[in-house]
């Protein structure tokens, strides 16, 4: 790949992270842009259709969906993350879905406007944990020893419960072995590590305190 590529990104979008995992991976160069996405440039409306970061910039052509954009560095760029197979790869697909569900999930627990939302969304987020935990069985990574791109859509996932964590104990984790033997392997990941600011957890902090939410309740007490 010769053509320059820039990431256009915004400080706190998982999705962002998850393109940025998959660029470290491969041991592409990449330039990353940031937008503030309550003050959209023009630019910016031009090349992502839907106005969401990430966009990739590969040699000035948008691609834009952070699933898409994984999935085209993979065709394109060594070492190939997906596997081989077309049953597998397909499945990790599915649990790529998944973990954009989850991410999902992770926001209705965020906004929640009372503490009994609040618990409700921490204990189906556990639901959906608990379904992880029963398909890991071949650590350190999800599909055992070879680094995927489900690990690189989960990583983001797990940063949200590092702060979480840090304002109560809501055990969207809890007895899930598997899961957080996971969490601990990808968050040792120079990939993984250098796909978010230094300071995201402050500035992810500073967002949910922001919310009016019933988190943001607990975080003022």
């Known amino acids: 790949m010769?053509?320059?590529?820039?990431?256009?990104?915004?400080?706190?979008?998982?999705y962002v992270q998850r393109a940025a995992i998959v660029l470290h991976e491969k041991g592409v160069p990449f330039?990353?842009?940031?937008?503030?996405?309550?003050?959209?440039?023009?630019?910016?409306?031009?090349?992502?259709?839907?106005?969401k970061t990430p966009v990739l910039l590969a040699g000035g052509e948008p691609?834009?969906?952070?699933?898409?954009?994984?999935?085209?560095?993979?065709?394109?760029?060594?070492?190939?993350?997906?596997?081989?197979d077309p049953l597998r790869r397909a499945r990790h697909r599915g649990w790529m879905e998944f973990g954009s569900a989850l991410?999902?999930?992770?926001?209705v627990f965020y906004n929640a406007p009372d503490e009994a939302a609040l618990l409700?969304?921490?204990?189906?987020?556990?639901?959906?944990?608990?379904?992880?935990?029963?398909?890991?069985?071949?650590?350190?990574?999800?599909?055992?020893?070879?680094?995927?791109?489900?690990?690189?859509?989960?990583?983001?996932?797990?940063?949200?419960?590092?702060?979480?964590?840090?304002?109560?104990?809501?055990?969207?984790l809890a007895g899930l072995t598997r899961v957080e033997a996971w969490r601990a392997a990808l968050a040792l990941r120079p990939s993984v590590r250098a796909a978010a600011s230094p300071h995201y957890p402050e500035l992810l902090a500073a967002f949910l305190a922001r919310r009016g939410s019933a988190l943001s309740s607990r975080m003022e007490e």
């Open 2 to 14: 010769n053509a320059p590529l820039v990431l256009v990104s915004h400080a706190l979008c998982p």
């Open 31 to 51: 330039e990353r842009r940031d937008v503030d996405l309550a003050d959209k440039p023009d630019w910016f409306l031009r090349v992502s259709p839907l106005g």
């Open 63 to 84: 691609i834009f969906e952070s699933a898409v954009i994984c999935e085209y560095l993979d065709e394109t760029v060594a070492p190939r993350l997906h596997p081989l």
């Open 103 to 107: 991410l999902n999930a992770i926001a």
């Open 120 to 172: 409700r969304a921490a204990a189906d987020i556990h639901r959906r944990f608990r379904q992880v935990e029963e398909v890991l069985h071949a650590p350190p990574y999800f599909d055992g020893a070879h680094f995927c791109i489900v690990d690189a859509v989960f990583a983001p996932v797990f940063r949200y419960l590092d702060v979480f964590e840090r304002i109560g104990d809501f055990g969207m």
